[in-house]
């Protein structure tokens, strides 16, 4: 699996041949009086994403795959975007596309066709769509004697929301980046002298603050999955790191700092070390959020 766009699956097999992402930001420019103008940042532009699709019969039905995507263009929707290694890139619309005929069947139907796809980002209120959630008596015994006794056979399984796992997924990733820009500010900061070192606790605190958040976001929504235990103590041990790397921060001076600042760096690194022992169980969730199994 390469990639999924709401329900429309994407292999490497079916025909992707290249994707390009860009992300842009835009700025002001303020004119000076003889000097360079200034730039002023204004926000994050919209992110787009270039898809390249080769359409052959032999990887599928071309005229199928092709209505399929013009389908979800004309209900002008927005769709969640996820790629085969669990990266979600949240939802897309799709802004053009373009199709090029290279060769058509003796009956007029395409055979091999150039796709271009091109997404762009969208920043409105999204919710990815989640089938009923059957009650707690199989709708097929309903009325039945059987459902009137109750049978614990007839439960229905209880499955987390698939924005949950989701939502898992989502924070786990937040906190390694986090951490992992707390780690390269430490290793700049450790070759510096303790006076150097002092003036730099503020940024210090401020970007293990950072990690808070995502990582009781992660033990709060592994909670709630069925299987998520071992992610919930993730979160939580991972969070008992960055809290002690914070707390060697505090009442430092010029005659502790370097002290402290090594404990605190080492409590950084067993929190990273701690979030990539779970890779492999967070990309094995990412799966099941690919094959709709969670």
Same mark, same amino acid.
């Given at each position: 699996?390469?990639?999924?766009?709401?329900?429309?699956?994407?292999?490497?097999?079916?025909?992707?041949?290249?994707?390009?992402?860009?992300?842009?930001?835009?700025?002001?420019?303020?004119?000076?009086?003889?000097?360079?103008?200034?730039?002023?940042?204004?926000?994050?532009?919209?992110?787009?994403?270039?898809?390249?699709?080769?359409?052959?019969?032999?990887?599928?039905?071309?005229?199928?795959?092709?209505?399929?995507?013009?389908?979800?263009?004309?209900?002008?929707?927005?769709? &969640?975007?996820? @790629?085969?290694? =669990?990266?979600? $890139?949240?939802?897309?619309?799709?802004?053009? *596309?373009?199709? !090029?005929?290279?060769?058509?069947?003796?009956?007029?139907?395409?055979?091999?066709?150039?796709?271009?796809?091109?997404?762009?980002?969208?920043?409105?209120?999204?919710?990815?769509?989640?089938?009923?959630?059957?009650?707690?008596?199989?709708?097929?015994?309903?009325?039945?004697?059987?459902?009137?006794?109750?049978?614990?056979?007839?439960?229905?399984?209880?499955?987390?929301?698939?924005?949950?796992?989701?939502?898992?997924?989502?924070?786990?990733?937040?906190?390694?980046?986090?951490?992992?820009?707390?780690?390269?500010?430490?290793?700049?900061?450790?070759?510096?002298?303790?006076?150097?070192?002092?003036?730099?606790?503020?940024?210090?605190?401020?970007?293990?603050?950072?990690?808070?958040?995502?990582?009781?976001?992660?033990?709060?929504? &592994?909670?709630? @999955?069925?299987? =998520?235990?071992? $992610?919930?103590?993730?979160?939580?041990?991972? *969070?008992?790191? !960055?809290?002690?790397?914070?707390?060697?921060?505090?009442?430092?001076?010029?005659?502790?700092?370097?002290?402290?600042?090594?404990?605190?760096?080492?409590?950084?690194?067993?929190?990273?070390?701690?979030?990539?022992?779970?890779?492999?169980?967070?990309?094995?969730?990412?799966?099941?959020?690919?094959?709709?199994?969670?």
């Amino acid at each position: 699996m390469f990639a999924i766009l709401g329900d429309i699956e994407f292999n490497v097999t079916g025909g992707i041949v290249g994707m390009e992402l860009r992300s842009a930001a835009d700025w002001a420019e303020h004119a000076r009086i003889k000097g360079k103008p200034l730039l002023e940042w204004i926000g994050d532009g919209l992110d787009e994403i270039n898809l390249s699709i080769e359409l052959r019969a032999q990887l599928g039905d071309p005229e199928a795959r092709w209505r399929a995507l013009r389908e979800a263009k004309t209900k002008h929707q927005p769709l &969640a975007l996820v @790629l085969g290694n =669990g990266d979600y $890139l949240g939802p897309q619309v799709i802004a053009e *596309l373009n199709l !090029v005929h290279r060769r058509m069947s003796p009956t007029g139907q395409l055979a091999v066709a150039a796709l271009q796809l091109s997404l762009r980002e969208y920043t409105g209120t999204f919710v990815r769509k989640v089938l009923p959630t059957p009650g707690l008596i199989n709708p097929a015994v309903s009325g039945t004697p059987a459902a009137a006794a109750g049978s614990p056979g007839l439960l229905s399984k209880f499955m987390p929301s698939p924005s949950t796992t989701q939502t898992v997924i989502s924070h786990a990733k937040t906190a390694a980046n986090v951490l992992q820009a707390g780690k390269s500010l430490y290793d700049q900061v450790k070759a510096g002298n303790a006076s150097m070192i002092l003036g730099q606790v503020p940024q210090l605190l401020g970007v293990t603050a950072r990690a808070i958040e995502p990582l009781q976001g992660l033990a709060g929504a &592994a909670g709630l @999955l069925t299987d =998520g235990a071992d $992610l919930a103590k993730l979160g939580d041990d991972v *969070l008992g790191n !960055v809290m002690g790397a914070r707390s060697s921060l505090n009442a430092v001076d010029l005659g502790n700092i370097v002290e402290r600042f090594s404990a605190s760096r080492d409590s950084l690194d067993q929190a990273l070390t701690t979030m990539d022992g779970a890779r492999t169980r967070l990309a094995g969730l990412a799966a099941q959020v690919i094959t709709r199994k969670a």
